[in-house]
């Protein structure tokens, strides 16, 4: 018997989450270093803040690239081997940071963070269905994803300790370190459920019939042209159209909300390191609440596609408070906003990324995750080109006026493409 053996652990799952929300965590700490000290970069460098964006950019560019064929990439090696590889890949280009001379330098390192970060999705969303069933998945897609926001918030402070006290070089050898040691841990522990050798056998028995087939779980040889199939679904552009006006307010948030700190309010390296850190907390309550709530109204009955609607309405309402960040006297008062803002999209995006887990096959789950996330990535790309732009002429207040408007928008187009369809099924 699986749970009398040793070594098995119970609520595996469990496990399986934690790892992936650490992963999540050290993602997102990678990407918003350069944030936190962009000040002390850009004065090193002498570069503007437009060339600041240019950088972005090419990030965000390269994110857009690998997004597309970090999903098939994935389904082709398995959800194992594929973690594996983006991991290792996005850990060397942070440590490659503490090298950077000059703007074109540092921003070849950016290109190559962009590479491999955006592997983390489609792999964590493929994690999520082996090992989550349907009434639980929304669940661990939140649990995952607030590692998005506990990486955003451990950084300023973490990054402005180290930068004081060591140099920003410092900083992005200390956390790019931490992806190769998670993925020690990661090559040792994970496996799908029926090639698990730390699952119970009570476990395995609540998952067989509610989860992915073993079969799925597998590695796949996609014919040619498959990602391209799945593109022309209306479920995958739907998807990819919500991405593209929503992934850009997180984006916002973790590229330029420190800098808005220091530039507009007047805080410091300490302050930021102190404050920034605060929204993230909310997006950390929002991606879990969120899953939570739409697994609740699944057990009550609520059909799943409902369920997630729900919540995405919840969501995508609280967004417009964001328009008031800039407007409002105290800088508290811009904080307390964006948390408003950054718990709305996490309600929202704890559901949107789980509808590729509901609405498509596991061997194409990393595909359809990946394409939509290729939306998000263009859409934060020409963002970011913008917004330097924007700043330097006309503020950070129309910044913040579309930021609050876009999830609205988004809800209104994925509503008419896609999710009146399901509910009529």
Partial sequence: MRETSFGRIPHFRYVVAA??????????????????????VRAEFGMSEQDYGHVISLFMLAYAIMYAGSGPICDRLGTRKGFAVFIAL???????HATAFGKWSLAGWRFLLGLGEPGNWPAAAKAVAEWFPVEQRALGIGLFNA???????????????????????????AVGALGFLWLVAWLWLYQPPHLSRFITEREWNFLKGKVRPPEEAAPVNMPAGEWLRVLRMKECYALIAARFFTDPVMYFTIFWLPEYLRKERGFDLAMVGKYAWVPFIFGDIGYIFGGWVSGYLIRRGVPWIKARTTVLILGASMMPVAILAPRVPEAWMAIA????????????????????TDMFPATRVGTASGLSGMGGALGGMLANMGTGYVVA?????????????????????????????????
């Avoid at 906003?337 to 590729?356: F, K, R, Y």
């Fill in 393 to 425: 002429s006309y503020g950070y207040t129309p910044i913040f006026l579309v930021a609050g408007l876009m999830h609205p928008l988004a809800l209104g187009i994925v509503g008419a493409l896609l999710l009146r369809h399901w509910w009529r099924r």
């Fill in 19 to 40: 790892l992936l929300l650490l992963a999540t965590m050290i993602n997102y700490a990678d990407r918003l270093m350069l944030s936190v000290v962009s000040v002390n």
């Fill in 147 to 173: 590692g998005s926001s506990l990486g955003s918030a451990l950084a300023p402070p973490v990054v402005a300790f180290l930068t004081i006290h060591y140099g920003w070089r410092s900083a992005f050898v």
């Fill in 337 to 356: 906003a964006t948390c408003v803002a950054m718990l709305g999209h996490a309600l929202w995006i704890s559901n949107l990324l789980t509808l590729p």
């Fill in 90 to 96: 996005w850990s060397l280009a942070a440590v490659g």
